[in-house]
C-alpha cells in the first residue's frame, strides 16, 4: 500500500543542473517513481524557513509519501543524514533540525536513521553534493519498498532547531515574522489560536514602526492599499497589504520583530476577527 | 475514457507552501492523479494577465483534462467559485472572469456550475486559501470521475473580464500590450489575422514614443539588437528586441498603447510580412 | 523496455504560456507520456550555459530518456531541427551545438538525424515557436515508440559549439567562469582532474581583481564569508564564499576570466586538496 510519491523540497533555484541531476538519480534507480515538486526557491541555506514551508505544506500529504528535503549548510561537514518516520511519512534530510517542527505535529514521536548503509549510495560520493550521491539514491529505494532500517542505525539524538518563540507578558505578545511569501504577505511566529487571551483586547499591531489596527477575515473586506492583520491558512498572525505587497512597503522581512499590544478591556477579543 | 490529468495555474510563486499544499490535497484523495504544473508565475492577482495565458496554453491540452486556475484577489468574499465545462475540458476557478477569453474559443458555449456541495471540501474551509480547502479537493473527485452537476448548482451568469479591446479607425490600429514574456517580448491586443487591412499600408508602429518599422517571421531575419514586428506563435502583434530585452529597452508593460498607423497606399500590406 | 520519460530544458521562463502549451501539445498525442521538468529558466538564448547544464544534468538519467531542449536563438530561420541519440538517450534540439558537449562524453559517437517529416509536426507551423509545433508532437511520437530513423534523414555534419577552452602555461591555467548557480557559486571551465600539475604548486587564484588562497574539500571549512575555491560535484573548478554569494561580492559572471598561479615548488598540489 504504499505509494511510490516523492517530494523534493530544495534551495537549488531553478538555473542550475542540481534539481535535474538528483531527478535522474532517482529514476535511474526506480523508473517508476512519482517526483512532486514542492519548491526549489527556498532563499539559500535558510533553514527557519524551510522548517516553517515544511511544516505547513507536507501535512496534506498522504500516509507513505516519501519527502527529499535538501537545505544544506553543513554539506561535506561531518553532519549526519538522516531517515525520519513521522506522521506516517518518511524524509531524507540533512541532520540540521529542519524537519523537527513539522514531526512536532504528529502524536507520536518520530522514529530516526542515521543513513550509514553506503551501498546504497552512488558508487562515487561528491563532497559538496550529497542531495545527488546519497538522498536521492537511498530516497529511490525507499520508493521501492526498502525499510527505513536498512537504511542506517537508529538514533536517539539530532539537531533541534533553535525557533523564535513567541513572548507573552501581562502587556503584549511579542513575535516575530517568520516569512514572506511571493505576494508579500508577512507570516509570523503568532499563534492564531492562542492570540487572543479572555480578559483581554487587543489594541494595536507594532511592526516596523508602523500600527496595524484592521482585523480582517478575508484580504477583501478592507479597502486596496490598508494594512490588515488576519489569522493566516495556516495559523499564524499575518500581516498584509490589500492588493499590495506589505514586504515592500513596510521594510520587513524575517526577523522583523511584531508586537501585539493589549487593552486593559474585558471581553474577549475573538469576536473581532469573526 | 477521462484522463486524470490535473493542470495547476497560480499567482503562489514557488518560495511558499501554497502549490505544495495543494499537491498534498489533490494526492490525498486521488494518489493515482498526474497533477502538471503550468505555471506559478502569473503575476498577483492580475487577471488579463491569467486570461491571456489560459487563451494561450490550454488549448493544447487533450479533452478530458482538468484545470485548477487560482488567481484570486476575492478569496474569502462572497465571490462565487466554479467549474466550468468547454471545449471538453473542466475547469474549477474562482468567479473573476479569467477563464472567459479562453472559452469563447471554444465551438459552443461554456456550461458553468457553482460550488456549492460543501461535503466535497475540507472539512475546514480557510478564508484566505480556496485553493487548497475547496478547489483541490474538488479537483481531486473531478480526476476520480465525480460528474460536474455533483459538485453543486448550474448558473446561467458569471463574471466576465473586462478586456482592453483594440480600435480601429481610418488611420490607425490602436491597441495595448497584453502581456511581457521572460524574453521581455511585448505580446499586444493586436490580432495578426485582421491587421492588415486590404486598402492600407502599414505605414509604422508606434509604442512608448519610439517607432517600429521593421517585420519580420522569425526573430534572426533582423540583426541583433533592431526592434522588430512579428505575428507571434499566438496569432497577436508582437513587439520584440533581436536577442533582446524589449520591454526594459521601451520601458513598456502591459497596458503600454501600440499604434498600427496605416499609410494612404492601395495593395495588401499582409506581404510584408512573408 | 523504452521508458516514457520525456524531460523539458528551455529558456521559456515560468510567466508565459510557452512551457505549458508544449506540456499540452505532447499529452494530446501521448496521455501517458511522464514530462519531467528541468529547467526553463536556461537565461535567454545562452547556448553556453545551456551546454553546461547538459552536460551535469543528463548523464544521471536512465538510458531510454527522452530530452527536449529549446534554447533557439535561430527560431524561424533556416537552422535544422535534429534528433540526436547519444549514451542511450535520444534528444531533440535545434542545430545550434547545445548539446555536443555533453554528447561527447558518451563512449561513442552520436547519430544524429535532421527532422524532415513533416506529416509528425503540428498541422500549422508558426515562425517563432518550433518547440511546439515540432519538437513537442515528434517527442510524443518517440515516446510512443516511434525510431529517430522515422522522423528524417541522418547528417553526419551539425553545428559544433564554440566552447572557451582553458589554457596552460608553464606559470599558469587560464580559464573563465561558464556559469553561476542560485547560491552564487562560480563554475569555470578548469578540469579539476587535471589543474594538478605533477611538478607545480597551486599559489594563487585570480579572479575579478581578487586572490582566492583557500582550498576547501566542503564549504564548512571555512568561516563564513571566506572566499574559497574547490573542485564542484560536477568536477570543474569552483570558487565559492561559504554561506555567501560569490558572483555578487566578486561582481562575477560568465565570461569573467580566472587565473590558476603556479609557484615554482615540487610536490603534487593534490594534497593540498584532501
Known amino acids: 500500500m504504499t505509494y511510490p510519491l516523492l517530494t523534493l523540497t530544495t534551495d537549488f533555484g531553478l538555473r542550475s543542473p542540481y534539481v535535474a541531476a538528483m531527478k535522474g538519480v532517482v529514476l535511474s534507480i526506480n523508473p517508476a517513481a512519482r ?28 500516509p507513505g509519501t516519501i519527502h527529499v528535503v535538501v537545505v544544506d549548510p553543513g554539506v561535506g561537514t561531518a553532519r549526519a543524514l538522516l531517515c525520519v518516520e513521522a506522521a506516517g511519512h518518511l524524509m531524507l534530510v540533512p541532520d540540521n533540525g529542519c524537519w523537527t517542527e513539522w514531526a512536532a505535529l504528529a502524536p507520536s514521536p518520530p522514529r530516526v536513521w542515521q543513513l550509514t548503509e553506503k551501498r546504497l549510495w552512488r558508487s562515487e560520493v561528491s563532497a559538496t553534493f550529497h542531495g545527488r550521491d546519497i538522498l536521492a539514491p537511498v530516497a529511490a529505494r525507499l520508493s521501492l519498498g526498502a525499510p527505513p532500517s536498512e537504511l542506517g542505525t537508529p538514533v536517539e539524538s539530532y539537531v533541534q532547531l533553535a525557533l523564535p518563540t513567541p513572548r507573552l507578558t501581562p502587556e503584549r505578545w511579542e513575535g516575530e515574522v517568520l516569512f514572506v511569501d511571493d505576494f508579500g504577505n508577512l507570516l509570523t511566529n503568532l499563534p492564531g489560536a492562542e492570540l487572543f487571551i479572555k480578559s483581554k483586547q487587543i489594541a494595536n499591531i507594532h511592526i516596523a514602526g508602523r500600527l496595524v489596527t484592521r482585523w480582517v477575515r478575508a484580504y477583501d473586506e478592507a479597502e486596496r492599499g490598508t494594512l490588515v492583520a488576519s489569522i493566516s491558512s495556516g495559523g499564524h498572525l499575518e500581516i498584509a497589504e490589500v492588493q499590495g505587497d506589505a514586504a515592500r512597503r513596510l521594510g520587513a522581512a524575517p526577523g522583523t520583530p511584531v508586537v501585539v499590544e493589549f487593552e486593559g478591556g474585558g471581553t474577549p477579543e475573538r469576536t473581532r476577527l469573526e
Open 35 to 62: 517526483i512532486v515538486d514542492l519548491s526549489h526557491g527556498i532563499p539559500p541555506q535558510d533553514l527557519l524557513y524551510c522548517s516553517f514551508f515544511l511544516k505547513n505544506a507536507l501535512g496534506f500529504f498522504p
